[in-house]
């Protein structure tokens, strides 16, 4: 059975974008973990951050338990003033090595949210530094690691593989994701669920099947249709 690790730098953020791909590979009989590295709590308008964090660990939980995924956030780490040090890639790092995840998924690299980019470098790090021999601990190289698609990340962005997602697997992701406040344009007013169901729309065009997620690899190859498969 093969993990796939999705770290996100907020809570949702790859509910949102990963999540349908997570419920397809679970429903292969996959293992899927989400990590948050902070909460989120400061993207409410009206909700003081100590409120929303609350709501948010909440919600998190509850969407990776809806798919069949496991949960875990580093609630200590402040949305907004996430950095890139080696002590938050070590924590990472320290996760990779105790789930084994044979696929990482992380941020594209380029984003109108700086949480978002520290985000992606430290899943990277965390990837080296936990294949790297450490006296006393097992390393665990990652065998892949991609970008996922994100609105607020989208600069350079171009897929390299499509990944199918069936009508099991978004009926899942919809109602799990419907459960989270922001999701549901709560908050700005954005409408996250329509967006990224159009979006899985399209790339299923493009993929030639009926919904598919778009992924990114650190290099340039040519995009392949494949699931994320669990064995």
Known sequence: MKTVLAIGAHIGDMDLTAGPMLAEHILGGGRAVILALTPGERGHPKLDPDTYKKQKLAEGRQFAHDIGAEFACFDDLSDGYLTTGDEVAERIAALIRDIRPHTVIAHW?????SDHENASVLAERARFLAGLPQQGLTR?????LYYAENWEDAEGFTPSRYVP??????????????????ARGETYGFRYIDYYTAQ??????LAGTERACALAFP???????TPLRAG
């Open 140 to 144: 665990h190289p990652v065998t892949a």
């Open 109 to 113: 690299r380029h984003s109108i949210h």
């Open 219 to 225: 290099s340039h190859e040519r995009p392949a249709v």
């Open 165 to 182: 997602v069936s009508a099991a697997a978004y009926d899942a992701w919809r109602a799990a994701i419907a459960e989270q406040a922001f």
């Open 200 to 205: 899985m729309t399209m790339r299923g065009c």
